[in-house]
T-cell receptor, first 115, second 115 residues
Framework: DAGVIQSPRHEVTEMGQEVTLRCKPISGHNSLFWYRQTMMRGLELLIYFNNNVPIDDSGMPEDRFSAKMPNASFSTLKIQPSEPRDSAVYFC?????????????FGDGTRLSIL | SQQGEEDPQALSIQEGENATMNCSYKTSINNLQWYRQNSGRGLVHLILIRSNEREKHSGRLRVTLDTSKKSSSLLITASRAADTASYFCATARGGIYNQGGKLIFGQGTELSVKP
């Protein structure tokens, strides 16, 4: 089976531009997580969904960030407008069940550079 | 503050030696998980230990959990150069704090195994 698929793998854009990151979770998984990883702050949970419904978005840095999950096989994380401090690796992960008793499966991330 | 904290931050050993990494956490947990991250890749789940378990093995990996001390250790025996990676512990809180699958990751231990 295919793992979690993220696109693009790399994104370089100028500050002020809109950035959209995409994620396709593993088929049958009903929990989806968006993380951001930086050297300074480590791995931070931004938002997660259960059955396509956002459960906890307390990690979303500010209103410039938004996430959607229109169906069970697709999610987006959007940054508008982007700023240099948003530069990081963004990971999407999925797991087969709620309640935190299952491992999370990670994509290989999107490396985002905002100039 | 951070739920899971690993030590040491970095560990360098020779091939064939054992590597031990520790993780401490602050609140009650449902389970604790260990993940590996190779450079430029997403995290890969290694092992999950539940709060009522004390020790678990998987191949060359041995994980212990001491809930009274709120700590866990990951032992990699007979290390190989291919084990070079960052290792993270992650905790899922228990009971009413379970929050539907949310994991809190530590800052990680960077392991270097020299051939």
């Amino acid at each position: 089976d295919a793992g979690v698929i993220q696109s693009p793998r790399h994104e370089v854009t100028e500050m002020g531009q809109e950035v959209t990151l995409r994620c396709k979770p593993i088929s049958g998984h009903n929990s989806l997580f968006w993380y951001r990883q930086t050297m300074m702050r480590g791995l931070e949970l931004l938002i997660y969904f259960n059955n396509n419904v956002p459960i906890d978005d307390s990690g979303m840095p500010e209103d410039r960030f938004s996430a959607k999950m229109p169906n069970a096989s697709f999610s987006t994380l959007k940054i508008q407008p982007s700023e240099p401090r948003d530069s990081a690796v963004y990971f999407c992960a999925s797991s087969p069940r709620e309640q935190g008793n299952q491992p999370q499966h990670f994509g290989d991330g999107t490396r985002l550079s905002i100039l | 503050s951070q739920q899971g904290e690993e030590d040491p931050q970095a560990l360098s050993i020779q091939e064939g030696e054992n590597a031990t990494m520790n993780c401490s956490y602050k609140t009650s947990i449902n389970n604790l998980q260990w993940y590996r991250q190779n450079s430029g890749r997403g995290l890969v789940h290694l092992i999950l230990i539940r709060s009522n378990e004390r020790e678990k093995h998987s191949g060359r990996l041995r994980v212990t959990l001491d809930t009274s001390k709120k700590s866990s250790s990951l032992l990699i025996t007979a290390s190989r150069a291919a084990d070079t990676a960052s290792y993270f512990c992650a905790t899922a809180r228990g009971g009413i704090y379970n929050q539907g699958g949310k994991l809190i990751f530590g800052q990680g231990t960077e392991l270097s195994v020299k051939p």
